[in-house]
């Protein structure tokens, strides 16, 4: 009788604590969001819960305008990307499944993914339509001059390069930390600012010391780089970096744009709370 008692107890347990996995947190746009969701996104990005939500939200309202303005995505579309994906990679469009799959993916899964990125592209694109008219050279260089001192780097770095034919990889290695992983390679090098192109030059001057950039597509795959030390320091002038001064502005207005896109949409939006993440 005992064990019957026990064993009831436990299946409780169970179902009780399937049922909070699944609960639901939020309405938004009558599409779901979660407390399972909540915690994956909290895991995978090393971010708070109400962090978490706050994406997740997000992304309900950007699903909710792609369906408000008609947005599509046709199957041609999507076959002509994944194509272009393969031939970037040297692959063929059957070798570069089978690489998907070996990695415990399904291809549709894939595919399905890859159709939400391309929804998400045409809706960005849409939004950001007026974005950069008003940025120029003028504009930009009355930036650097008003804020000399943001542009200021090094004059030498000590990197260790990280390498990866698959970028996803590289992406793991910032989460695990220094040690490289299986299939990634490391190399230490020490670069003068003078003798490498301005967008590395760039990347790695607003990368901290003891951080990781973003992995950068190359001919061979990815390369990630981790700053040990910076050494000197140097002052670019306006010429040296006036493409990247105007891609930061630019960079910085379609930020700023989209943030009131969709502060306007939350405002108005349908959200029903019914349990706030923790």
Do not use: W
């Not at 369906?67 to 469009?93: H, Q």
């Not at 030390?229 to 379609?254: C, H, T, W, Y």
Request: proline share 3%; with cysteine; aromatic share 8%.
């Amino acid at each position: 009788m005992l064990k019957k008692a026990i064993f009831a107890s436990l299946v409780c347990a169970i179902c009780l604590q399937a049922d909070t996995v699944n609960a639901v947190a939020a309405i938004v746009e009558n599409e779901p969001i979660t407390l399972y969701e909540i915690e994956k996104v909290r895991q995978d990005l090393k971010i708070s819960s109400a962090h978490a939500f706050d994406l997740l939200v997000r992304d309900r309202l950007e699903q909710s305008q792609i369906k408000a303005l008609g947005i599509s995505v046709s199957p041609f579309e999507i076959n002509d990307r994944v194509e272009n994906m393969a031939k970037k990679n040297g692959l063929t469009n059957n070798e570069f499944r089978n690489q998907i799959e070996e990695k415990g993916i399904r291809f549709i899964d894939f595919k399905k993914d890859l159709e939400k990125s391309m929804l998400q592209e045409k809706l960005y694109k849409n939004i950001f339509a007026g974005v950069g008219k008003n940025i120029n050279e003028r504009n930009a260089r009355t930036y650097y001059e008003n804020n000399v001192g943001q542009f200021s780097t090094f004059e030498s770095i000590s990197v260790t390069v990280y390498s990866a034919k698959d970028g996803n990889l590289l992406m793991q290695q910032q989460q695990s930390g220094l040690d490289p992983l299986k299939g990634v390679k490391t190399q230490v090098l020490k670069l003068n600012y003078e003798n490498i192109s301005q967008r590395l030059a760039v990347l790695l001057a607003t990368t901290p010391e003891r951080s990781f950039t973003r992995p950068l597509q190359g001919p061979n795959g990815y390369d990630m780089f981790y700053v040990n030390v910076k050494n000197g320091s140097r002052q670019p002038s306006f010429e040296e970096i006036k493409d990247e001064v105007m891609n930061m502005l630019f960079q910085a207005e379609q930020e700023k744009v989209a943030t009131d896109y969709f502060d306007k949409l939350r405002a108005k939006a349908k959200i029903n709370f019914l349990r706030q993440p923790q």
